[in-house]
Structures are given as structure tokens and as C-alpha cells.
């Protein structure tokens, strides 16, 4: 079982920055696939961005704007969003899964879910 919470959320306008960071419970952070999706009002979730075994995935309207890592040691993995759009408005959830070492970018892919981080980008 893996618990997972997000932060660093906020109010920022547009073109700006935020770094969202999602803590993980357990011993064994480096056996997991991470990913970032997002929902805003009225919409479906969406992949946002993953990292896992065999690379770093991002969904097109982020790529080359937000860049995703982690840190083993500290069992976080990151989102460093730039260059912020109003339409990245939406709640950021962080997930988890076994690391199969294949992409991770579906919702259905993954257990474990945190509870989400506002994020709204002003115009």
C-alpha cells in the first residue's frame, strides 16, 4: 500500500511558475511509477506528465513547459510547471503503480491516488 500526497499548488498568473511535489509512504518509493494528471471543471482527468523505469512522459500541451523528476531518497517525485497558461487550470493529482518499466500515461494504470493541489494560472 502506498500513500500519496501532493502540495505546492497555488494562485499564479500567467507565465509564471509552481512546483507541485508529491510525497509518498513506504519503503520501496523506487519500485513505483509516478505520474501527474490533472482535471479542471467539467473535464475528463488527463495524463500530465509520468516517470518511470524506461524514461520521463509528457502529454503534449506540456511538453517543453513542465518537467518531471524525482527523489528516491527523499520518496518525492516533482512537477516544475513554467511558463503557466490559464489552461493549466486544474486539480494536479499525483499517482503511483509498480513500475513495469513501460510508459505509465493512462488513469486506469495506476492505484494509488492522491487526494489533489489546485492549481489556477490567471490571465
Known amino acids: 500500500q502506498v500513500q500519496v500526497v501532493e502540495s505546492g499548488g497555488g494562485l499564479v498568473q500567467a507565465g509564471g511558475s509552481l512546483r507541485l511535489s508529491c510525497a509518498a509512504s513506504?519503503?520501496?518509493?523506487?519500485?513505483?511509477?509516478m505520474g501527474w494528471f490533472r482535471q479542471a471543471p467539467g473535464k475528463e482527468r488527463e495524463f500530465v506528465s509520468a516517470?518511470?523505469?524506461?524514461?520521463?512522459y509528457y502529454a503534449d500541451s506540456v511538453k517543453g513547459r513542465f518537467t518531471i523528476s524525482r527523489d528516491n531518497a527523499k520518496n518525492t517525485v516533482y512537477l516544475q510547471m513554467n511558463s503557466l497558461k490559464p489552461e493549466d487550470t486544474a486539480i494536479y493529482y499525483c499517482?503511483?503503480?509498480?513500475?513495469?518499466?513501460?510508459?505509465?500515461?493512462?488513469?486506469?494504470?495506476?492505484?494509488?491516488w492522491g487526494q489533489g493541489t489546485q492549481v489556477t494560472v490567471s490571465s
Open positions: 516517470i518511470s523505469r524506461s524514461g520521463t
Open positions: 499517482a503511483a503503480r509498480i513500475d513495469y518499466g513501460v510508459p505509465h500515461t493512462r488513469t486506469y494504470e495506476y492505484d494509488y
Open positions: 513506504g519503503r520501496t518509493f523506487s519500485r513505483y511509477a
